[in-house]
């Protein structure tokens, strides 16, 4: 049974950037039955994809976050990460990470951490 | 934009069917997915490629997915099943989720 937990700083200051570590437990990263991605969901607000990192080489991310978004993987340490550079205000979320499952564009997320509040400061 | 619209909430009376929907612009040419998320707590998939239930999720779970709208169907709702419902779908090369429906089982 796969699982997944995030961890990282609960506070970033504005115009830095956000760096999280996405731990898998319970399988290899490097099996090519999942991808990784991360959501994020506003405090009181709905769910917001912000990227998947597919085969380990490609990044797919919403295209209001493209050029601040970077997934990357550490197979030795079977973690993977998110970057997201120049945060404001309107990055303050909880931010989960979660196994993409499916294929071409018919894919899903399951399971999810359980999640880490970031909270953007001035 | 590329929106997947749901209704922002829907009431059901403990053992009656509860039906909560997602409308999106020829969403049913592609695969729905939906997530139920209890306060508090991470999303957790309850549905997927429209109509498959994941391992655990009980049978009172169903789903379907037809020209605009997909639809999550909860029949002999339960207190337990009062959640916030997330459907998901692909727009675009782009990942989307619906606004969400918060159910609640009174």
């Known amino acids: 049974q796969l699982q997944l937990q995030e961890s990282g700083p609960g506070l970033v200051k504005s115009s830095e950037t956000l760096s999280l570590t996405c731990a898998v437990s319970g399988g290899p990263i490097s099996s090519s039955r999942h991808q990784w991605g991360w959501i994020r969901q506003p405090p009181g607000k709905g769910l917001e994809w912000i990227g998947t990192?597919?085969?380990?080489?490609?990044?797919y991310s919403r295209s209001s976050l493209k050029s601040r978004v970077t997934i990357s993987v550490d197979t030795s340490k079977n973690q993977f990460s998110l970057r997201l550079s120049s945060v404001t205000a309107a990055d303050t979320a909880v931010y989960y990470c979660a196994s993409e499952m499916g294929y071409s564009s018919r894919t899903w997320f399951d399971p999810w951490g359980q999640g880490l509040l970031v909270t953007v400061s001035s | 934009s590329h929106d997947l619209t749901q209704s922002p909430s829907v009431s059901v009376s403990p053992g009656q069917t509860a039906s909560i929907t997602c409308s999106g612009d020829?969403?049913?040419?592609?695969?729905a997915f939906w997530y139920q998320q209890r306060p508090g707590q991470s999303p957790v998939l309850v549905m997927y490629?429209?109509?498959t239930r994941p391992s655990g999720i009980p049978e009172r779970f169903s789903g379907s997915n037809s020209g605009n709208t997909a639809t999550l169907t909860i029949r002999g709702a339960q207190a337990m099943d009062e959640a916030d419902y997330y459907c998901q779908a692909w727009d675009s090369g782009a990942v989307v989720f619906g606004g969400g429906t918060k159910l609640t089982v009174l």
């Open positions: 490629q429209d109509t």
């Open positions: 990192l597919y085969y380990g080489v490609t990044t």
């Open positions: 020829k969403l049913g040419d592609q695969s």
